[in-house]
């Protein structure tokens, strides 16, 4: 199958992306020869995604931007070589990033040279610029996207590939982007969100600042109601530039979008942003005009017109399959808690090409997506991801997790283990399999207070912590169960806190949880209003 790259970020072809890992490498050297303190070298290998793992591991984690999560199958196979080469394990992460952890330091060079041979960039995946910009899962392909904005998209990140090395900004920024106000990805929750739409035949974007979650959750507000595509990565352009220019750099808990935002106001921060946006110059065509064409089809990626397969394929087409025309549909592939073993992401990459296209793409819920599949080719397809991995296929709730500890070192508790013992838990759970059916639900676990999985706004979030115990003479890793949070149609619910119980209980205690949402719940009524309704909860909400 042909090598394509339409729409992918960067490829084996871009230069800017070598010249990065080069650069890499010669801070590295400088710091192997006595010419950068560890305190210097520690901030320019951060900036380039290689992060140091748990202490005491000398092992490290470096991780590789998928911008909007779209990457080729080539690029797929190049991470999954790289990775058992270095005998490292795989990561999804909620922002379409893949992690290698437990790399040595000495191959952390070699390591990021071979993934920018094939276009995989690592810069920018920590620090203080811009991370990995986000989209909702079938951006580019969805029937229900207002346009195709991912040409825009790639602009953008081409155009600030080194931001946080060559011009720091006060903290790091997230960005995502949505195809329809359906907003399958939760714009709101970010530094910078925007959504396609068309009004009066015009193709545009709504923009929302100042959103984040964290330890302290913030909606973000509207900034602009409709800027016109082509004038999109100008105002964005001028966000960002405001940002570095007047943020907060003294106090680093103060020092995020948001905190700007809430201390100027909105009216205020967007005067400014204005004044920069006028000295910049509007380009006229960015993109080819055809990116901004409307998608007339209608459609739903969740309506299926698949009846033909259902009774063959069960429940697997109902909740793995999206439809995209009448021909084509794109299969939804969870890994629990984001872990993948090298051999097995080769294999996806093969089963991909042989039914799809020569591209595959991630998700914020830590998901694979094999895009543009005939249809005539889902029983192939179901079978050999069947004989892949069969545990994949079973329906239990999504289970999303950070890397957790030892891989992490923020992270207090396991959060990786306990992914694990509910997975199989709840596979081997009728009621569990009931609850799955609700097509909303999903499992947040975090292994501290950063909530780098979104538990806080999650239908149910783990957040991981640690109780000091006096007769043990120490602590015990506990997790807090958050309960009725969402993100969905432009519009950001905050969870509330209902429990914090010891980790070795969690299990039992959604085991039970899930139980009794079987039981009680009323025709047709969802986990997140079964929730709110059972605790009486009133929720914080950021309204459209």
């Not at 009728?430 to 239908?459: K, M, N, T």
Request: aromatic share 6%; with cysteine; proline share 6%.
């Amino acid at each position: 199958m042909a090598h394509d790259t339409e729409g992918v970020a960067f490829t084996e072809r871009d230069e800017s992306v070598r010249q990065q890992a080069a650069e890499y490498n010669h801070e590295y050297r400088q710091y192997q020869n006595g010419l950068r303190t560890d305190t210097a070298f520690r901030t320019r290998r951060i900036a380039y995604g290689v992060h140091h793992q748990r202490p005491p591991s000398e092992q490290y984690m470096i991780r590789v931007k998928i911008p909007y999560g779209l990457a080729t199958t080539r690029q797929w196979r190049t991470l999954a070589r790289v990775a058992k080469n270095y005998h490292s394990s795989l990561h999804l992460t909620t922002r379409q990033a893949i992690e290698l952890h437990n790399v040595s330091l000495e191959a952390t060079p070699a390591v990021v040279s071979a993934l920018a041979a094939e276009g995989l960039s690592t810069c920018d995946a920590g620090g203080n610029g811009i991370r990995n910009v986000t989209a909702c899962p079938l951006i580019g392909i969805c029937p229900r996207q207002a346009f195709n904005p991912v040409a825009i998209m790639r602009q953008f990140v081409r155009g600030h590939l080194n931001t946080g090395i060559q011009a720091p900004l006060p903290k790091k920024v997230k960005m995502g982007v949505s195809g329809c106000g359906e907003d399958c990805l939760g714009v709101r929750s970010q530094d910078i969100g925007v959504v396609a739409r068309n009004r009066c035949d015009q193709a545009g974007f709504r923009i929302y600042v100042g959103g984040g979650i964290g330890s302290a959750p913030q909606s973000g507000t509207l900034f602009e109601d409709f800027v016109p595509a082509a004038e999109l990565g100008t105002w964005m352009d001028a966000i960002v530039l405001s940002y570095r220019i007047i943020g907060e750099r003294d106090d680093r808990h103060h020092a995020r979008l948001k905190w700007l935002v809430a201390d100027l106001g909105m009216q205020a921060f967007h005067e400014f942003v204005v004044r920069y946006r006028n000295k910049l110059v509007v380009s006229e065509n960015p993109t080819d005009h055809g990116t901004f064409r409307r998608n007339d089809e209608g459609g739903s990626p969740s309506a299926s017109n698949l009846s033909r397969y259902s009774s063959l394929l069960g429940e697997w087409v109902k909740q793995r399959v999206w439809t995209l025309s009448e021909d084509q549909v794109a299969v939804r592939v969870p890994v629990a808690g984001g872990m993948m073993p090298p051999d097995e992401m080769s294999e996806l990459a093969a089963i991909t090409e042989n039914y799809g296209s020569a591209q595959l793409s991630i998700t914020t819920m830590q998901e694979f997506v094999i895009r543009n599949i005939p249809s005539v080719n889902l029983p192939p397809v179901y079978a050999a991801l069947h004989a892949w991995g069969p545990e994949r296929m079973t329906s239990v709730p999504s289970l999303i997790s950070c890397a957790g500890s030892p891989a992490c070192n923020l992270a207090l508790t396991r959060s990786q283990d306990l992914t694990q013992v509910l997975r199989r838990m709840m596979a081997a759970d009728a009621d569990c399999e009931q609850a799955a059916q609700d097509p909303r639900l999903s499992v947040r676990i975090s292994g501290c207070p950063h909530s780098c999985s979104h538990a806080r706004v999650a239908p149910l979030g783990l957040i991981g912590g640690s109780l000091h115990v006096k007769n043990l003479r120490g602590s015990v890793p506990v997790y807090t169960i958050w309960i009725g949070g969402s993100e969905q149609r432009e519009c950001v619910r905050v969870g509330v806190p209902v429990a914090r119980i010891p980790a070795r209980r969690v299990p039992e205690a959604l085991r039970r949880l899930f139980h009794a949402y079987v039981a009680e719940r009323k025709p047709g009524e969802g986990f997140e209003a079964w929730s709110r309704n059972r605790w009486h909860l009133n929720t914080e909400e950021g309204e459209a």
